[in-house]
């Protein structure tokens, strides 16, 4: 069992940056390809980066690349998500997730374990 808590979110103007944190405790951090999700209001959870057990291989949405950086601290057990340039429509509850396997898959389905989200909004 992994549990997840993630914090950083708040409300924010267009062009702003915000970073975001997960941390996990319970089995060994580590091990794990960390990823980071996000839910708009009527629609579904999408995919928005991920990041390798070392930290050296990263993978994110088209629609964030170049803008966000997800990194990790193995020995802080925890991720992050360092967003910048924000835009309107990044609006959404961001989560983290836990998966066993490789850094590069992207449908919820394929991660075992979630936070409860933190709201990200960005004003016009």
């Known amino acids: 069992q992994v549990q997840l808590v993630e914090s950083g979110g708040g409300l924010v103007q267009a062009g702003d940056s915000l970073r975001l944190s997960c941390t996990a405790s319970?089995?060994?951090?580590?091990?794990?390809?960390m990823g980071w999700f996000r839910q708009a209001p009527g629609k579904e959870r999408e995919f928005a980066a991920s990041v390798s057990w070392s930290g050296r291989s990263t993978y994110y949405a088209d629609s964030v690349k170049g803008r966000f950086t997800i990194s990790r601290d193995n020995v802080k057990n925890t991720v992050y998500l360092q967003m910048n340039s924000l835009k309107p429509e990044d609006t959404a509850v961001y989560y983290c997730?836990?998966?066993?396997?490789?850094?590069?898959?992207?449908?919820?389905?394929?991660?075992?374990?979630w936070g409860q989200g933190t709201q990200v909004t960005v004003s016009s």
């Open positions: 997730a836990v998966r066993s396997g490789p850094y590069y898959y992207s449908r919820p389905s394929e991660y075992d374990y």
């Open positions: 319970g089995r060994t951090f580590s091990r794990y390809t």
